[in-house]
């Protein structure tokens, strides 16, 4: 049996990191044992788990600007300055990621979270799709 539904994630022109935790936590809440799919739909973000705050999300955007610079490289080249590198974030940041559910509840660590990576100051609202597979 698989439990799917759609949540919007409003960006506004702000790049980086934006918590989904919370809603995944909900979203699972009661249903036992098995794997919570975590997608979104866009070419130019992707989900992650990591910890935030403590300087990590200022930390993994500045990597990110280094390792693909926003300026007139890419091939790419409609949108703001440097949209082009928005395009090759899944190389770096995967459109999904799938996360144990025990009891429930999210097997996540101590400090980790689950984030919409959004690099894109161009699209002020975005779609992730959560999807629970019991087991």
Known sequence: MVKSTEITVRTGTRRGLFD????CERFVAGEGDGLLNV???????????????????????????????RDDRWRHRHGSPGHGA???????????VSIPVIGGRLALGT?????????????????????????
Do not use: C, K, Y
């Not at 928005?86 to 995967?94: F, I």
């Open 20 to 23: 989904l935790t919370a809603e």
């Open 39 to 69: 997608f979104v739909p866009h070419a130019t973000a992707g989900v992650v788990v990591m910890e935030l705050g403590a300087g990590s999300d200022a930390d993994l955007v500045a990597a990110m600007d280094e390792l693909l610079p």
């Open 86 to 96: 928005d395009h090759v974030v899944p190389l770096l940041a995967s459109p999904s």
């Open 111 to 135: 400090w980790q979270s689950i984030a919409l990576l959004d690099p894109n100051e161009d699209n002020d609202v975005r779609t992730v799709r959560l999807s629970f597979v019991g087991g």
